[in-house]
């Protein structure tokens, strides 16, 4: 396969550290999180052996909140468990990437229409404010920052609907969409002109309180099975890295209980 490209295998002490543990909450949800950060980052590679051991001993606590992780990572989708085999990280799945589009398009564009009957003054004005943080990251190509100002720009349509429980639904849920959106970050497939275009209309629909408004621009920001579809269909090499990391899984099988990665 040519024209593919390589992710650096950082070693696991540079990547899991008691520093790098988000704040607050209990240290099963803290290391879940941070897992679940470096796997959805493409910094813990698909294929690569997951010791609990060896996070246990590099976070410096004990072997049970680790475990307990790695269970709901288990459950998500991002790990597998192999019998007396050991713990790898999920190949990516492009039927779980799907499934995934179907769960947000369809919770979000409720969401709006809910938004748009409810929100608040303060609603409006957080939306707007994350605008501007989104327009300045664009301008100063920080791309991760921009990532996650596009995460609040969305959970904070939720809450404006009285929703807050429903976008924990669809932050659980998008895991691999969020994987594929770090790859065509990487890839240099980029739209955020474009999308912060696509969030002003959307904020500007609920603002007025046109619910077709704000449906129409939701569903023409979020986009639709096949044009995600077409999407991943014009960027090759996406393809080709996806078949490339997930071939390394299948080899990966045969070698049970291997901390090595390919």
């Not at 990547?15 to 679940?36: D, K, Q, S, W, Y």
């Not at 596009?150 to 994987?179: C, Y």
């Not at 569903?219 to 393809?239: D, F, M, Q, R, T």
Request: aromatic share 6%; proline share 4%.
């Amino acid at each position: 396969m040519s024209d593919t490209v390589e992710f650096p295998s950082l070693p696991l002490s540079d990547l899991v550290t008691p520093l790098e543990l988000p704040p607050g909450g209990n240290m099963t949800n803290r290391i879940h999180a941070l897992l679940r950060k470096l796997i959805v980052e493409v910094k813990l590679l698909p294929g690569r052996a997951l010791s609990e051991k060896e996070v246990a001993t590099l976070l410096n606590v004990s072997k049970t909140p680790v475990r307990e992780a790695i269970i709901r990572l288990a459950e998500e989708g991002f790990v597998i468990v192999v019998p007396q085999g050991g713990t790898y990280i999920a190949p990516i799945d492009v039927q779980r990437y799907m499934e995934a589009c179907f769960i947000r398009f369809k919770l979000e564009e409720g969401a709006v229409i809910e938004a748009t009957k409810r929100h608040s003054f303060e609603d409006i004005a957080r939306l707007k404010t994350c605008l501007v943080q989104q327009r300045a990251a664009a301008k100063d190509e920080q791309f991760t920052d921009f990532f996650l100002l596009d995460e609040e720009f969305h959970r904070t349509i939720f809450a404006a609907a009285r929703l807050p429980g429903a976008w924990s639904v669809v932050n659980q849920a998008k895991g691999e969409m969020d994987r594929m959106r770090h790859l065509k970050r990487v890839f240099a497939v980029r739209r955020t002109e474009k999308v912060i275009e696509e969030h002003e209309k959307i904020v500007a629909g609920i603002e007025s309180g046109d619910i077709e408004q704000a449906r129409e621009a939701v569903v023409c920001h979020l986009g639709s099975l096949e044009s995600k579809i077409a999407e991943l269909s014009k960027n090759p090499k996406i393809w080709a890295y996806i078949e490339q990391v997930n071939t390394r899984v299948t080899k990966k099988r045969v070698a049970r209980g291997s901390n090595t990665i390919a």
